[in-house]
């Protein structure tokens, strides 16, 4: 989808872009067939796209998947694409945020694409991590300026739940950059392209490992046990924390995954 053809069709739809909703429509076709040839899923896997917009990236995916879910936040995009572009797709017109896992039925998701608001980039990747449990691979575009915290190590100022959930789920490639003239309107931030592949460990996540995690980063300076007291009994704290000095970032995230278990082990033994 050209820039041209990105520009008439909001101007015959009377639709200004919104910057509320970090919308930069992709109209590069490059970018796109790469994105898309990423997903490599087989054509009877369930597929979720977030954020289609004027659907540059559903179409071709509709194209290739029988089982395509969009979940698009913007009541008149999503007039457009069920209107106008008709795309075969299940579409949804739903802030993902707020949408329930049973209602774009999260269980089932083997794959997932987006063109990523880049204001709402965290809290979606961990909704994803915590929901899509079967899910196989993501193909996300993202901030580039963000991605050292996606891929940050223990002791870096960048470490954090995202990097610690990241690590966990899988594999992470940084694919490709995407600059700002692939877009419309054009940001003023260079994109990029990363890959996530499920990995063993990615059993562990889970809305309630994602909130333990985040529980643990509340207050970065403080000590590990003082951040996880008021939520966890003292006892179990002191049986499991054996250095009672170590600070969240000093964790790797396989330590955060163990030390997780034997706290809930230990609790539902109590």
Do not use: W
């Amino acid at each position: 989808m050209s820039r041209e053809e990105t520009r008439k069709i909001l101007e015959s739809e009377n639709i200004l872009p919104r910057s509320r909703f970090g919308q930069n429509f992709l109209v590069d076709d490059d970018a796109i067939s790469r994105i898309t040839a990423l997903v490599d899923a087989d054509r009877e896997d369930p597929v979720l796209e977030i954020g289609p917009g004027l659907g540059a990236l559903t179409k071709p995916l509709s194209a290739l998947y029988d089982h395509l879910s969009a979940v698009e936040i913007d009541s008149d995009l999503y007039s457009y694409l069920v209107n106008e572009a008709k795309v075969s797709a299940t579409l949804i017109n739903k802030d993902f945020l707020k949408l329930a896992a049973e209602d774009y039925s999260a269980d089932k998701i083997r794959y997932v694409v987006s063109n990523l608001p880049y204001y709402c980039m965290t809290p979606i990747m961990k909704k994803l991590f915590g929901e899509c449990t079967n899910a196989k691979r993501m193909v996300l575009m993202t901030e580039d300026e963000a991605f050292p915290r996606i891929s940050a190590d223990p002791n870096n100022k960048d470490y954090g739940p995202l990097a610690v959930c990241v690590s966990l789920f899988g594999d992470t490639v940084k694919e490709f950059t995407v600059p700002g003239q692939c877009f419309y309107p054009v940001p003023k931030t260079l994109s990029c392209v990363i890959t996530l592949n499920r990995g063993e460990e990615a059993s562990v996540l889970c809305p309630e490992f994602i909130g333990f995690v985040e529980k643990c980063f509340a207050m970065r300076r403080k000590k590990l046990m003082n951040n996880l007291k008021p939520y966890y009994p003292a006892d179990i704290l002191n049986k499991v924390i054996e250095d009672k000095d170590m600070r969240a970032e000093d964790l790797t995230p396989v330590e955060f995954s163990r030390l997780y278990s034997d706290i809930i082990s230990m609790i539902s033994e109590k």
